[in-house]
């Protein structure tokens, strides 16, 4: 069926089916949010924070299989999906800020908190900052800083490198679109070839709308350069630092066929959280809660059980 222009219903693939979307105004600036359909008002709140370059449809999957457990809202992060910019910075810290605000005028009780890659970086900060407000913590490939450079750090120390960063990105997208859409689903995605067809539609029809907003790529070379800077810290100012802090339970999920963040970090993870368990599959890219949902919805049943 369709309602106000939000796909749902038994007939439409859970991949690609569209929560109901709606607009918060928040640090000055007007926040997509998505909810979780058909989820009772009396369940435990939960909050999903996408990573950079991604949109609150990252987890639709995810969410819908979780509407018996959570009422959770997944915004678009000010840059992102079908969000503005921020009048300012759009790093980590600035996205933290927009999500406790958000999060203080949605909610009156603890959440369960998710992240993936730069979303992860923002829901560590967020839950070291507000460990009252946090129940839970389930971080998919977070980008917490790793000691060995990699073909993506260079990426990102060039997307952050004033001046370069924008050129980079505008050349990037001078490249014919079909070549950049398969490099950018080799990039993401751990086996391209076991997602539905569905899926991979989705991600081709949100590339193309992204390619037409006027704030683009500004945003992206922001985020880059916060990630980049985040790596740089002294160590009682790092990510590490935070995640030390954190107590409430964590669950950490990394992907083996991971080209953004490498799993090997996995170990120093569970090491630093006091209260972790890690999920490691094989198989997955860079967005488990994509390519394994079921995977990803069990072990944070498990989680909070």
């Keep these: 069926m369709e309602s106000?222009?939000?796909?749902?219903?038994?007939?439409?693939?859970?991949?690609?089916?569209?929560w109901p979307a709606r607009t918060v105004p928040v640090a000055g600036v007007d926040l997509l949010v998505r909810d979780i359909p058909d989820a009772a008002k009396d369940l435990p709140p939960a909050l999903f924070v996408h990573g950079l370059g991604g949109s609150s449809l990252n987890w639709t999957t995810l969410g819908l299989l979780l509407n018996d457990t959570v009422r959770g809202i997944a915004p678009d992060l000010p840059g992102f999906g079908r969000t503005p910019p921020l009048p300012g910075l759009g790093g980590i810290n600035q996205q933290a800020d927009v999500l406790e605000e958000l999060m203080d005028s949605e909610f009156d009780q603890p959440l369960h908190l998710f992240g993936n890659s730069m979303g992860g970086a923002v829901a560590v900060t967020l839950a070291a900052r507000r460990p009252d407000r946090v129940k839970s913590l389930t971080l998919i490939s977070p980008a917490l800083p790793h000691p060995r450079a990699s073909v993506t750090t260079l990426w990102f120390l060039a997307l952050a490198t004033p001046r370069l960063g924008s050129t980079v990105l505008d050349r990037s997208r001078r490249i014919p679109f079909d070549r950049r859409l398969k490099a950018s689903?080799?990039?993401?995605?751990?086996?391209?070839?076991?997602?539905?067809?569905e899926v991979l539609e989705a991600h081709e029809a949100e590339l193309r709308r992204r390619d037409a907003e006027a704030w683009e790529p500004l945003p992206t070379v922001e985020g880059a350069r916060s990630l980049v800077r985040s790596s740089l810290a002294p160590p009682r100012r790092s990510l590490w630092a935070d995640a030390a802090r954190i107590t409430c339970p964590v669950l950490l999920i990394y992907g083996g066929r991971d080209r953004l963040v490498d799993a090997r970090i996995r170990t120093k993870a569970q090491r630093v959280f006091p209260n972790a368990r890690s999920l490691y599959l094989?198989?997955?890219?860079?967005?488990?809660?994509?390519?394994?949902?079921?995977?990803?919805?069990?072990?944070?049943?498990?989680?909070i059980s």
């Design 4 to 18: 106000n222009g939000v796909v749902t219903g038994a007939a439409v693939p859970i991949g690609v089916q569209e």
């Design 185 to 197: 689903i080799s990039m993401i995605y751990g086996n391209p070839g076991a997602l539905p067809p």
């Design 282 to 303: 094989p198989q997955s890219g860079h967005v488990a809660q994509m390519e394994h949902p079921q995977e990803v919805e069990r072990a944070f049943r498990q989680l």
